[in-house]
């Protein structure tokens, strides 16, 4: 069975169609990127596999291990192994990161039927999380995000999808933002990740990313369709002709 | 188990519109007969066996509240109130006089048990579990001043406090006792003709804590009242006066609750802090009164007179509270920065859900050379309630050197509710140094679904974020109670988003 699979995905935003039947399988352990051009419905793809408010699927569906994920709530989704890494991820002042992560992990592990996770256990493993993936300690004591730089947003990113071990991680524009230091720090955090159980799906306008985490398959996407599927020469191929190309295409 | 977790676990316990503290304890009373004239404050009097000079007081007070009228300057809206439809006192009827805490009416232990207060002398030793890196929470004492309707039902660890020279006890037993300090003290920070509300407390209050703490004395723990209102139709007008002598330091907190009732009920306290020289006091409130129901019915009415008067000089007054009961809260504590280089802080917390109406605030009148001032206000509103913060800050004209630094920020939950900052400041010398700052924002949509991503549910998001907001004022709060005020905020806004 696929990990992932989104079946003929037609999705409106307040009567506009963004969404015209886009199809995509991911299995275990694959990478996949999804490249195309500003307004090709790559983020509305990501929201909508995660469950935001605001989207209405009129048709097609999406199973997740089989299973309807269309029919779960967000946080039901996330106990499930769904993870999103936020293009913009929000601030939350007075909740230290800390904090914030041993909550979400307790709700997942409570949602999944397992035991709760005490602070001293917790707080071993986030120690341990973070120190392998290089991730100062201090971020960990200061409010989610508050006053983070752009790479350290994206790091704890990586930390949280790291510490909830995710069967799928989207990453929603992870390169913007980022100068190429923080880029190659935040790619080799999710290098670190890959795992034959696990599936990553990597959205991206540019292939400088793609250079970093190299994808098993490339998608390019034009006016809310999959338009072409390749291996990752197809994002080379991107790189020197640009999105015109596919755009009739659609 | 981080506090924010445990505190999403109430959550998920309590269902919508669920006030914890609303049984109401069957047990006989003694009541004056209903409404009031003088004849009801002859018998209030007589009842607490109190001086002729007491009473005269009283009257006094009560004949210049017939001259008076109710305040409508503050921003809630509220039908009339009928003086003459309220009990006025209400004591659970005595066996007999009681000589100890084991002669008590069992049903009002039993109440203060389930409502968690501890009457018998025992240390609270449940500690919370310290945040990471923080302090370990010690075996600290409290001593419990209980009032029960209009009466004090017991007040623990007498003789502890009697060593260190303390004195805390009902003020009825204070003006039989300690008559010279009472008479040199009452009403001289809250006089009997302040406001319309504090001149009827004073007419008929009936009791309330009493505390002294001599010169040079670091009172041995914290001292804490608990108010109840049982009884149906009764306000409860309680009268707590505190004086902290001569380099001498104490910490105060109250708790309020009531059951859960149709009718609107009255509160009108008053409470008066003084500090002599180099004296600190710390006061402490965390207000559950019932809010009324999910339509607005019901519910009390808190119009409440707090003051302080930093008296002798580098004295310091602290208030900080939790507001997340009553229908109505008309409420604000102030301070009198009366001695050079006298300070005095402002932190509260003012929740309102479902149709609450909270306006409160505080007020610094700098009158010393060199005083300080700091405020921080956070106002949650949610459901259809109206939050307004209101402060004001004066320095006088002698007032050289005053500081003082205002924040108030105001998160509105939903677009039903209202949240409102009214300022005055007023510097009559050109040395005052007066900062403010307010904002006002929403929680938005973004961070709860990035909340919800990450596997909580909404209402868990909700509460991690109010916490967050909040932060900054519980960390002021004696340790157990910012654990149980963390809980409480939680469970007040229960059902306010959705």
Known sequence: MSLLEVKDLQVRVEEREILHGLSLTVNPGQVHAIMGPNGSGKSTLSHVIAGKLGYEVTGGQILFRGEDLLEMEPNERAAKGVFLAFQYPVEIPGVTTWNFLHAALNAQRKARGEDEISSPAFLKKVREVAKSLNIPQDMLKRGVNVGFSGGEKKRNEILQMALFEPAVCILDEMDSGLDIDALRIAADGVNALRSPERAMVVITHYQRLLNYIVPDVVHVMSKGRVVKSGGKELALELEESGYAQFEDAA | ?498
């Open chain 2, 1 to 498: 188990m981080p506090a924010v977790q445990e505190t999403v676990e109430r959550v998920r316990r309590i269902d919508v519109d669920q006030y914890r503290y609303g049984f109401e304890t069957q047990i006989e009373s003694d009541k004056a007969p209903k409404g009031l004239s003088e004849d009801t404050v002859r018998f209030i009097s007589a009842k607490k066996n109190e001086p002729a000079w007491m009473l005269e007081w009283r009257l006094e007070a009560y004949r210049r509240w017939l001259t008076m009228t109710e305040p409508t300057w503050a921003r809630v809206d509220y039908p009339k109130i009928d003086y003459q439809d309220i009990y006025y006192y209400a004591a659970p009827k005595p066996k007999k006089t009681l000589s100890s805490i084991d002669e008590i009416d069992p049903e009002i232990l039993k109440t203060y048990e389930k409502l968690g207060i501890p009457l018998r002398e025992v240390a609270i030793l449940e500690g919370v579990e310290p945040p990471p890196g923080g302090p370990p929470s010690a075996n600290r004492k409290i001593a419990v001043d209980a009032v029960f309707d209009s009466v004090s039902v017991a007040t623990t660890f007498q003789k502890e406090l009697k060593a260190a020279g303390v004195i805390f006890m009902p003020i009825s037993e204070a003006i039989r006792e300690h008559p010279e300090l009472v008479q040199k003290y009452l009403g001289t920070v809250v006089p009997t003709s302040d406001n319309y509300f504090a001149t009827l407390n004073s007419a008929v209050f009936s009791d309330g804590s009493f505390v002294y703490v001599p010169p040079g004395v670091r009172c041995p723990m914290e001292l804490s009242t608990y108010f109840r209102i049982n009884e149906r139709n009764t306000g409860q007008f309680e009268r707590t006066l505190i004086i902290a002598d001569k380099g001498s330091y104490v910490s105060y907190l109250e708790g309020c609750t009531a059951p859960q009732r149709d009718e609107n009920q009255l509160h009108a306290a008053v409470v008066e802090l003084v500090t002599l020289d180099d004296a600190e006091i710390k006061y402490s409130t965390v207000q559950n009164w019932y809010p009324g129901n999910s339509e607005g019915k019901g519910g009390i009415y808190n119009f409440v007179t707090k003051r302080g008067d930093c008296r002798g000089k580098n004295s310091k007054i602290s208030w900080t509270q939790v507001e997340t009961g009553s229908a109505i809260t008309w409420k604000y504590p102030s301070c009198i920065l009366r001695g050079d280089n006298s300070s005095g802080e402002f932190y509260s917390i003012a929740i309102s859900n479902g149709f609450q109406q909270v306006d409160s605030g505080t007020k610094m009148i700098h009158l010393g050379k060199n005083t300080s001032s700091r405020i921080i206000s956070k106002g949650i509103a949610a459901g259809k309630s109206q939050n307004t913060y209101r402060g004001l800050v004066s320095a006088h004209r002698k007032a050289t050197g005053a500081r003082n630094y205002t924040a108030c920020d105001s998160l509105l939950i939903g677009d039903k509710c209202g949240a409102h900052t009214v300022p005055y400041v007023e510097a009559k010398n050109s040395s005052a140094t007066f900062e403010h700052e307010a904002t006002t924002s929403k929680i938005s949509e973004d961070v709860l679904f990035y909340c919800i991503q990450r596997g909580l549910s909404q209402e868990e998001a909700v509460g991690l974020v109010v916490n967050g907001f909040v932060k900054d004022v519980l960390q002021q709060l004696p340790m157990e109670f910012a654990v149980e005020a963390q809980k409480l905020i939680s469970i007040s806004l229960e059902g306010s988003v959705g």
